[in-house]
């Protein structure tokens, strides 16, 4: 499967933890986004990057998100300090060049904070 | 960014055409029309855009208005695997693949 991957799929965690989730891109695309979604919203806009620069971030993402490409390659999509409202699914997507108009995402990684 | 209005949610049988409106009546000349669909635990996956004329794929059909304020999503044949939550989406031209805005999109219950 060549598509979007993201690990894991689920993950419940208490509050105050921290939490990672990884993307892998499909391999060649340049440009990765992550998106949250909460139930019955459509997806809204946290980040994205361009090789492993991070171009853009949305007011929606706080001091406690921070995210990570190293390399242009896999990213990371890390939360500190979790609250109850970061429950939600988080989407990642790739495109190729510049020219392309296509985002594929991922499955997501829907998490729980109890 | 240009906004787009959708109905909440339509409902159609399996095997008849559905038609999924989208009003953008602030779109500028730029704009592209993309619409993606997310099935249940799924995440969204692209199926269409256009600019201004009519466009044709395996997957849906999109007809645009000749004044682009309006377009419409077409399904031929519905199947069951067409039930989904669809997204009108405007995309400025010329800047290559972008972020997407989501609004809530319709959310299309097909019949068996």
Not at chain 2, 72 to 83: G, K, V
Request: glycine letters at 8%; hydrophobic letters at 30%; aromatic letters at 8%.
């Amino acid at each position: 499967d060549t598509g979007v991957s993201q690990d894991p799929r689920h993950k419940i965690t208490k509050r105050g933890q921290n939490v990672t989730f990884r993307c892998d891109p499909i391999s060649e695309h340049n440009r990765l986004y992550w998106y949250r979604q909460t139930l019955g919203q459509g997806p809204e806009f946290l980040t994205y990057f361009q090789n492993e620069a991070q171009l853009e971030k949305s007011r929606l993402l706080s001091d406690r998100f921070s995210a990570e490409r190293p390399k242009g390659s896999f990213s990371t999509l890390e939360i500190q300090r979790t609250e109850q409202g970061d429950s939600a699914m988080y989407l990642c997507a790739s495109s190729a060049t510049l020219q392309a108009t296509e985002a594929f995402f991922g499955q997501g990684t829907r998490l729980t904070v109890v | 960014d240009a906004k787009t209005t959708q109905p909440n949610s339509m409902e159609s049988n399996e095997e008849e055409p559905v038609h999924l409106p989208c009003n953008h009546s602030t779109i500028s000349g730029t704009d592209y029309i993309h619409w993606y669909r997310q099935l249940p635990s799924q995440g969204p996956e692209y199926v269409i855009h256009g600019l201004t004329s009519n466009v044709n794929n395996r997957m849906a059909s999109l007809a645009i208005a000749e004044d682009r304020k309006s377009s419409t999503l077409i399904l031929h044949r519905a199947t069951l695997r067409d039930a989904a939550v669809y997204y009108c989406i405007l995309i400025r031209g010329g800047q290559g693949a972008q972020k997407l805005v989501f609004g809530q999109g319709t959310r299309l219950t097909i019949n068996p």
